[in-house]
């Protein structure tokens, strides 16, 4: 007879899954090696138990993402909500939140967010958007008050900002350089700012 699993002990495992998930995307710096042998592992379960909790690893995947984003939003919030200016209010979040390297969004890639929702089931599709494109774009215009052209430009300044801290140069250069992107990304928010 199986064990009969409270929802109580349901939702601490999926968590424990999830946190252990999401180290092991930090350790290994992205997605594609995760397997859940390796979750599975982590987390001091048997690989049959995995799929009592999701029915697959991308679900899992989608969890640890939907989870991360969340909490960038939050940290976003927060900053908002700081007596700054908002060039300040710019120049924290990405330095605090965006170059965090213990933000886990920052290892998916959106190859691997488009490939995440290939393998999973067709309800998860209508997410997609909120993931990458234009519902990204709607997100940060609504949090930051901003229209969709400045929504565009803030978004491709932080690819450029996110480019060049993945670059391979010498830490004085890439240094300077996020800076200068820093600085190029607060001035923009500040003129741009409707508060």
């Known amino acids: ?108 890639t959106t190859t691997d967010i488009e490939s995440l929702f290939r393998k999973l089931p067709p309800e998860y599709g209508e997410k997609e958007h909120d993931f990458i494109g234009a519902g990204l774009t709607t997100k940060i215009m609504k949090i930051m008050d901003i229209d969709r052209t400045q929504a565009e430009v803030f978004y491709t300044l932080l690819e450029c900002i996110e480019f060049t801290a993945n670059k391979t140069i010498s830490e004085q250069a890439k240094t300077e350089a996020i800076d200068a992107l820093v600085q190029l990304f607060a001035e923009y928010a500040g003129e741009h700012s409707t508060v």
Do not use: W
């Open 1 to 108: 007879m199986p064990k009969i699993i409270s929802d109580h002990e349901r939702k601490r495992t999926q968590e424990a899954i999830t946190k252990h998930t999401k180290m092991l995307v930090l350790e290994k710096r992205g997605v594609r090696d995760i397997t859940v042998d390796d979750i599975v592992r982590s987390v001091g379960l048997g690989k049959g138990s995995f799929y009592t909790y999701f029915k697959s690893k991308e679900e899992c995947l989608y969890q640890v993402l939907t989870t991360a984003i969340a909490d960038v939003y939050e940290q976003i919030s927060l900053i908002k909500s700081e007596n700054l200016s908002t060039k300040e209010k710019a120049a924290k979040f990405v330095k605090e939140v965006y170059l965090s390297k213990e933000r886990v969004d920052y290892y998916f």
